[in-house]
């Protein structure tokens, strides 16, 4: 199996070290190429451009920051699309709009590649030691081909569907939620604190009675101990998850009025804080409401 990732940022930098495990001939490229160095003096080979990572590749990976970056990556005579072989195979495993990964099967079909979905919960850490979760969906015999490299870089990976749009889907109502749990928590701490409660022994006590979960317990202490920097997930990605949630909603016609309120901390959260915060900074950004 010969692989290629497209984007070495803070994620794809750990999910392409893995991929070097299953594949020693790993071709990597990113915008900024001195990213690559630490990847090639581990043994993968740089690629000068998308068409290059792509060619005489079975899989190609991808992880971009957003919709744009995955599709200034797919076009032009140097973009992965130029590149790709008819019958190979592209994972997209950015966060992106369910409507974008539809067009993007699109333009895959009609050159005769293939293409699934394959987002992915997890912070850096995660990426780094091969524990992502990854929910993927695309035409069932491309997943079973793309399973044993996934499952390399994850420990679960889960099947949702045909069309690849379903599990950006699921993406988007994971990160919804993620974030909706840090902003419940950060409510309640600012209660807490104001009424006395030290931040450390509430998490103590949800986190070891009825909110046992990832969620509350990692984010749980990052809102105690105000660790927003070095940011895991920057703000403004998050800002743009909680936009796409709301397109996603609108074209569905469901209401999701919270996600109204989680924009609008993120969106004073990155004015006060600066661009480089973690989206759960949004805790202080309440606790400043409360007056603490």
Same mark, same amino acid.
């Given at each position: 199996?010969?692989?290629?990732? +497209?984007?070495?940022?803070?994620?794809?930098?750990?999910?392409?070290?893995?991929?070097?495990?299953?594949?020693? /001939?790993?071709?990597?490229?990113?915008?900024?190429?001195?990213?690559? *160095?630490?990847?090639?003096?581990? &043994?993968?080979?740089?690629?000068?451009?998308?068409?290059?990572?792509?060619? @005489?590749?079975?899989?190609?990976?991808?992880?971009? *920051?957003?919709?744009?970056?995955?599709?200034?990556?797919?076009?032009?005579? =140097?973009? +992965?699309?130029?590149?790709?072989?008819?019958?190979?195979?592209?994972? /997209?495993?950015? $966060?992106?709009?369910?409507?974008?990964?539809?067009?993007?099967?699109?333009?895959?079909?009609?050159?005769?590649?293939?293409?699934?979905?394959?987002?992915?919960?997890?912070?850096?850490?995660?990426?780094?030691?091969?524990?992502? #979760?990854?929910?993927?969906?695309?035409? !069932?015999?491309?997943?079973?081909?793309?399973? !044993?490299?996934?499952?390399?870089?994850?420990?679960?990976? #889960?099947?949702? %569907?045909?069309? !690849?749009? *379903?599990?950006?889907?699921?993406?988007?109502?994971?990160?919804?939620?993620?974030?909706? *749990?840090?902003?419940?928590?950060?409510?309640?701490?600012?209660?807490?604190?104001? /009424? &006395?409660?030290?931040?450390?022994?509430?998490? @103590?006590?949800? $986190?070891?009675?009825? #909110?046992?979960?990832?969620?509350?317990?990692?984010?749980?202490? $990052? +809102?105690?101990?105000?660790?927003?920097?070095?940011? %895991? #997930?920057?703000?403004?990605? %998050?800002?743009?998850?909680?936009?796409?949630?709301?397109?996603?909603? @609108?074209?569905?016609?469901?209401?999701? !009025?919270?996600?109204?309120?989680?924009?609008?901390?993120?969106?004073?959260?990155?004015?006060? @804080?600066?661009?480089?915060? =973690?989206?759960?900074?949004?805790?202080? $950004?309440?606790?400043?409401?409360?007056?603490?």
């Amino acid at each position: 199996m010969k692989v290629s990732v +497209l984007g070495l940022g803070a994620m794809g930098s750990g999910i392409a070290r893995n991929a070097l495990r299953i594949d020693p /001939s790993l071709l990597v490229w990113n915008r900024s190429a001195a990213k690559s *160095a630490p990847l090639v003096a581990a &043994g993968a080979h740089a690629a000068q451009s998308p068409k290059a990572a792509a060619l @005489e590749r079975d899989i190609v990976l991808s992880m971009l *920051a957003d919709d744009s970056a995955l599709e200034a990556v797919l076009e032009g005579p =140097d973009g +992965l699309l130029a590149g790709l072989a008819p019958g190979a195979l592209h994972v /997209s495993m950015s $966060t992106i709009a369910p409507a974008t990964a539809e067009r993007l099967g699109e333009r895959h079909r009609e050159r005769g590649q293939r293409f699934i979905a394959a987002p992915v919960f997890g912070r850096p850490d995660a990426a780094a030691a091969a524990k992502l #979760f990854i929910v993927a969906a695309g035409d !069932p015999a491309e997943c079973e081909r793309a399973r !044993p490299l996934l499952e390399a870089l994850g420990q679960r990976v #889960f099947l949702v %569907g045909e069309r !690849p749009a *379903a599990a950006n889907v699921v993406k988007l109502c994971g990160n919804f939620m993620i974030l909706s *749990a840090v902003e419940a928590f950060a409510e309640a701490m600012a209660l807490a604190r104001k /009424s &006395g409660v030290p931040a450390a022994q509430l998490v @103590e006590v949800l $986190t070891g009675s009825l #909110f046992d979960c990832i969620a509350y317990r990692g984010y749980g202490s $990052t +809102l105690a101990q105000e660790r927003f920097r070095p940011a %895991g #997930f920057a703000a403004p990605l %998050g800002l743009k998850d909680m936009r796409l949630v709301a397109q996603a909603a @609108e074209a569905q016609r469901v209401p999701m !009025p919270l996600v109204g309120l989680l924009r609008d901390h993120l969106l004073e959260t990155i004015a006060l @804080e600066g661009e480089d915060i =973690d989206w759960s900074a949004i805790g202080r $950004t309440i606790a400043r409401h409360g007056g603490l």
